[in-house]
């Protein structure tokens, strides 16, 4: 069975610095991997999605994630955070043939110091 | 304009109640999914259908039960065997062609049960 681990509960940054979340994975064959943005007491938006090919994807708000199989990491990226990016982050992973069933880790908060 | 909906935001019952979630989509998604957020433990599968009138168990499903009459709708209700009810849940829906897609997620309700 695949899981999805995220080491960083609480992450706080500055604004204008730059963030990473890590995302490491477990999962024999080829992954297909997801991040997702969740404001409070709201649903969860997908911020970007790997799914086989250029291992480095740009999502929306100017996120981007790198895809390292050697490391089974799905680590989340920006240049510069906003305090608008002040949420909690979840990293999911699928299985092919699964249902379409995801599993997620269990999320990183970030907040942002003006 | 396409989305999922979840009725209602907020939900307080008494305990011994059943209590059934609401979940529509207008997406004409195959699969729909249910899941159960609680702090720091990220988000688990109750329950997911892939097809009408067919229904899975995911990691979580005692104390709850669901239906799946229509391709929109997938409703799911907290029994009284559920120990502890309260938490935030969370609707999803995909495409099942391919095997591979991302899922979408409705706003959530949150239900207290007291």
Not at chain 2, 77 to 101: D, E, W
Request: charge should be neutral; proline fraction near 4%.
């Amino acid at each position: 069975a695949q899981s999805v681990t995220q080491p960083d509960i609480h992450i706080t940054v500055s604004e204008g610095a730059s963030l990473e979340l890590r995302c490491n994975y477990s999962y024999g064959a080829t992954p297909y991997l997801f991040w997702y943005v969740q404001s409070p007491g709201q649903g969860l938006q997908l911020l970007l999605k790997y799914f086989s090919g250029d291992t480095l994807v740009q999502g929306i708000k100017g996120f981007e994630a790198e895809f390292k199989r050697s490391q089974s990491s799905f680590n989340l990226r920006k240049p510069s955070v906003h305090w608008s990016d002040a949420a909690e982050y979840f990293c999911a992973v699928g299985a092919a043939g699964g249902g379409n069933k995801l599993t997620f880790g269990t999320g990183t908060q970030l907040k942002v110091e003006l | 304009d396409g989305g999922i909906t979840q009725s209602p935001k907020y939900l307080f019952r008494k305990e011994g109640q059943n209590v059934t979630l609401s979940c529509e989509q207008n997406l004409n998604h195959d699969a729909m999914y249910w899941y159960r957020q609680d702090p720091g433990q990220g988000l688990r599968l109750i329950y997911y259908s892939q097809i009408v009138n067919d229904f899975q168990k995911g990691d979580i499903a005692e104390g709850y039960s669901v239906s799946r009459e229509k391709k929109e709708s997938f409703p799911l209700t907290v029994t009284s065997a559920q120990k502890n009810p309260t938490a935030f849940y969370l609707c999803a829906s995909s495409i099942m062609a391919g095997g591979r897609h991302e899922q979408y997620f409705g706003p959530g309700t949150r239900l207290t049960v007291t």
